[in-house]
């Protein structure tokens, strides 16, 4: 079976215990404004453009098939309608500005992959996690993967929006040792502002799981976004709902960076780019605490 991915990373070690080969898969019904992977959003490949390295040889728009490309003000532009994602100008440029993101690779491959570092698993608790984008949109895949890496004895992750039908709850659970499940906000009209969606799916999923596998399979990680969910009312109301379906393992907190602006760029997605503002080391402490005082052990992904 065949599946799309837009990167594999090798010797990972926030996004699981142990060492991790993290793939991500490509798809996303969410579309938070301050999202890290933006190329990750659209389930298709498509071509990304560094404008910053382009010499402006031309050589793309003279081999596009579709007439797609054109230099304007200085750089080349794309015609998302006439164009195929064909690849052509990927091949032709002479300098790598022009990208693929996104391709298809056959479940057999990526198991093959992960072997390669199965020693540092072994050595050090580790697996590999799927990420995206959203994994469980290419569900089928997805399941394959993970069924093909347990039967190599390998431990399996996956990081999930959680906002997926429940009926793949039960064969999910098969076959993922451990959830690294996102909660980003308790208010659902507050989560689809900045996500897209409303919220009462996820925070469903997240109980029903809890509920099935216990806290040794899953942990909540909370995107710390400042302005969006920083302030005190919303971390005490995540603390309130973690204990109230009496969840007991640990918080991850994931504080917001800027990181990804040249992605968005990239992907010719920078109108979409919001810039959060800062998130102090003072805020990361109180909510850190906050969630202390609430009995969770808080562990700071940065
Ligand atoms: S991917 Fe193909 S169709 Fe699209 S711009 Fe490049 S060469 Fe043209
Ligand atoms: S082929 Fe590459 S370097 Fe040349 S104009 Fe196109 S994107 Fe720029």
Redesign the pocket.
Known sequence: MKGIIFDIQNYAIYDGPGIRTLIFLKGCPLKCVWCQNPESQKLTPQIS?FEE?????????N?CPNKA?Q?QNDK?VRNEELCTTCGT?VE???????EMVGKEILVEELVEIALRDKPFYDNSGGGVTISGGEPTMQIKFLLEILKALQEKGIHTAIETCGYFNDDIIEELTKFVDLFLFDIKHIDSLIHKEYTGVPNDKILANFSRLHLKIGSERIIPRIPIIPGVNTDEDTIKSIASFLNKIKYNGPVHLMPYNKLAKTKYEKVGMGNLYRDMGELSEEDLQNITHLFQSYSFHVVINH
């Open positions: 453009y390295k382009c010499l402006k040889c031309e050589s793309c728009i081999a490309l230099l080349i100008c032709v440029c002479p300098n790598q500005v022009m």
